[in-house]
Structures are given as C-alpha cells and as structure tokens.
C-alpha cells in the first residue's frame, strides 16, 4: 500500500473501528480512497463514502476497485447520510467546513463517530486547534466525546533516510522545526491531527 503522511492517523482510526466492532462505516470526505482501502482490507466491514469532488470519487473507486461504494455528495446535504451505517469517519473535513457543527447535526443519533481536525493552519482551513480542550469545548455539545488523541504528522513519511536528512537540512536555519525532526515536541512543532471519538448525541450545540 502506498504510504501517505496519514498513515498513523489512518491505521488509528481502523484500531478504534476493529475495537468498537464496526459493522457499518460510513465516511465523510472519503477523498482519493487511502483510508477506504484501508478499512477495507485491514477490517472488512461494510462502507460507503462520499465526497463533493467527483475526481476524488472517481480516484477512490479506481484505488480501492469498488467504484460502487463511492458517491458524489455534500456533507451538509442529509441526503448524503441515508442507508444503514452505525459508524461515522470524517477527517481532513470539518476543518475546512464554516458550519461544521451543522455538518454534525446531519449525523444519526446513536452513531459511532470518530473525526479528525489539525493543530496547524494551511490553505482552505477555517480554522485549527492548538489544546486538547479547544476540541472537547467546540464539539462535545454534538458528539459526547469519550477521547481526544494526538497524531503527530509523520517526520519522513516516505520513511526513506535520504528524505530525513534533507529535511534536517532544509530546517537547519527554524530551530521549532530542527527539533521536531529530531523526534522533540513533534506534534508542537511540526504538526499533526487531534482524532476524537464518540457517540452522536441527540442535542443541539450552541457553538
């Protein structure tokens, strides 16, 4: 499998799917399909995903070889939640979404929910997180959030020592970032996702 920088928050989220005993996953912003492969070779269960992009719906089909488990939707659409599915996935999404919370709303009660937001900013985010407690304050009114977990982005996601080394050289000049290459407050320094889970609640959030 071709490796990504999500690698680690991606085989997270299977850990949590296999440790729940997902039957069902239904996934928002399914992208280009790395995750979706995973799920599905790694566990097996049913899924769907959807994406507003019909190329990275497209690309997902071609990835996985399932093309009829891809479908070209909008996460605030409540069209795009019908069908059986007990668990929600949805990374690389709310952070780029004004009505996030409205987003959640469109969720089924009840449902397993396992998302994803950054600790950086980058180009279409609306918004990121720097503490664990700015997650929990913002989305356990709509999801009754069991954990907050820290990924930090990987610091050679090709895992090739030639590309370390550039990278350390690259960073010689921003000692922040010299020192996460070198494993120090990585996920501070370099950046990565806080991954929560828990169960949709039936309640309204006031933001």
């Not at 599915?85 to 969720?107: A, F, G, K, N, P």
């Amino acid at each position: 499998m071709t490796r990504t920088r999500y690698d680690g928050l991606f085989r997270k989220i299977v850990e949590n799917i296999r440790g729940r005993g997902s039957r069902s996953v239904l996934e928002v912003g399914c992208g280009s399909g790395f995750l979706a492969k995973m799920i599905l070779q790694e566990y097996g269960c049913a899924y769907r995903g959807f994406d507003f992009s019909a190329e990275a719906v497209r690309n997902a089909g071609s990835r996985t070889g399932r093309p009829d488990l891809f479908f070209v939707g909008d996460a605030l659409d409540s069209r795009s939640y019908a069908g059986d599915y007990d668990t929600i996935v949805c990374t690389e999404v709310l952070e780029h979404v004004d009505l996030d919370l409205e987003v959640i709303q469109r969720w089924r009660d009840g449902s397993w929910c396992i998302c994803s937001v950054p600790n950086f900013d980058y180009a279409g985010h609306v918004r990121f997180f720097n503490r664990n407690e700015e997650v929990m304050a913002r989305y356990r009114g709509a999801i009754d959030i069991e954990e907050v977990v820290k990924i930090p982005r990987p610091i050679v996601p090709d895992r090739r020592i030639s590309t370390y080394l550039r990278n350390l050289r690259w960073s010689r000049n921003n000692p922040s970032e010299f020192l996460g290459f070198l494993g120090i407050q990585t996920f501070s320094r370099l950046g990565g996702w806080f991954l929560f889970f828990g169960a949709k609640g039936n309640g309204g959030n006031s933001g």
